[in-house]
């Protein structure tokens, strides 16, 4: 890469980088903290992905690899991995319930999902749990639906109140879906730096920048109702090709896709302008 590359890079990740600061900094994290997480991801990615004929790298190599001095690499190397695996088979394992209650017809009709009996009924939200949640005990996914909201428990029924897995009120497992989303638009945006034409994925989105607050408040609903519709849509494809569900499908080798919407909004007027229009 060349030295206009660099600064490139440099400028986009300095830009990339400011809402993450001010999400930081609203959390009281203070650079230092930030910097060691920096260190711990340059020399886990240098260590994993940048191997020489597979070979298992050297503390020597990586410091070169990263710019970090040897000791820095070796203490890091001895720390024990971040394991965030149960995060992510409760956050796998619930939104495979929900997916299945919206577009199973034994639990919904006409895409509507059905209000269901606990259990000692078929179809009851027992049986969907033991159809789609591989071994979590239906005790425990209606205690954590229940805490995050997505469905209601009236007398020896369940509703579903919501047709995706967004965590309530813990914070701790909002940022680690903000990470994993985060990641996964980030891997994008870096494979198609290095691939073109037929070998690129899709990335593009839509802007306009002079919308009144009407137009935003309107568009903000537009957005919600068709990006919602089209996920479902996405959702039922996905589900009908995942062999942990349909174990008799064919084709080797075990891939992870999925399609990510996300909106934005941004206020361009100055403090000024607003007390102008007010």
Not at 38 to 48: K, N, P
Not at 82 to 93: E, K, M, V, W
Not at 213 to 234: C, G, T, V
Request: hydrophobic share 40%; net charge negative.
């Amino acid at each position: 890469m060349n030295t206009e590359d660099n600064k490139a890079a440099l400028s986009a990740v300095s830009f990339l980088l400011r809402p993450l600061v001010r999400m930081l900094i609203r959390l009281n994290i203070p650079f230092g903290s930030f910097a060691e997480a920096a260190r711990q991801a340059y020399v886990r990615v240098a260590d994993e992905e940048f191997q020489i004929n597979a070979k298992k790298q050297t503390t020597s190599r990586i410091a070169v690899l990263t710019g970090l001095t040897r000791k820095d690499v070796a203490r890091i190397r001895d720390l024990p991995e971040d394991n965030d695996s149960a995060l992510n088979q409760r956050f796998s394992r619930c939104s495979r319930v929900i997916s299945g209650w919206l577009q199973d017809d034994e639990y919904s009709q006409q895409g509507k999902p059905l209000r269901l009996e606990l259990e000692d009924a078929e179809p009851s939200f027992r049986t969907l749990v033991n159809r789609y949640s591989g071994d979590m005990p239906m005790r425990a996914m209606l205690d954590e639906l229940i805490r995050i909201g997505a469905v209601s428990q009236e007398a020896q029924q369940v509703v579903l109140n919501t047709a995706a897995y967004v965590p309530g009120g813990n914070l701790a497992d909002k940022l680690a879906i903000m990470g994993r989303d985060g990641a996964d638009f980030i891997d994008t945006i870096d494979h198609n730096l290095i691939h073109e034409g037929a070998g690129s994925r899709f990335q593009l989105k839509v802007e306009y920048d002079n919308l009144s607050d009407a137009s935003i408040e309107a568009f903000r609903a537009f957005s919600d109702q068709h990006s919602l519709a089209l996920l479902r849509q996405y959702d039922a494809w996905l589900a009908g090709h995942d062999r942990d569900q349909h174990s008799h499908l064919p084709g080797t080798g075990r891939y992870r896709a999925g399609v990510g919407i996300y909106y934005f909004e941004q206020d361009l007027c100055s403090d000024a302008e607003q007390e102008a229009q007010s």
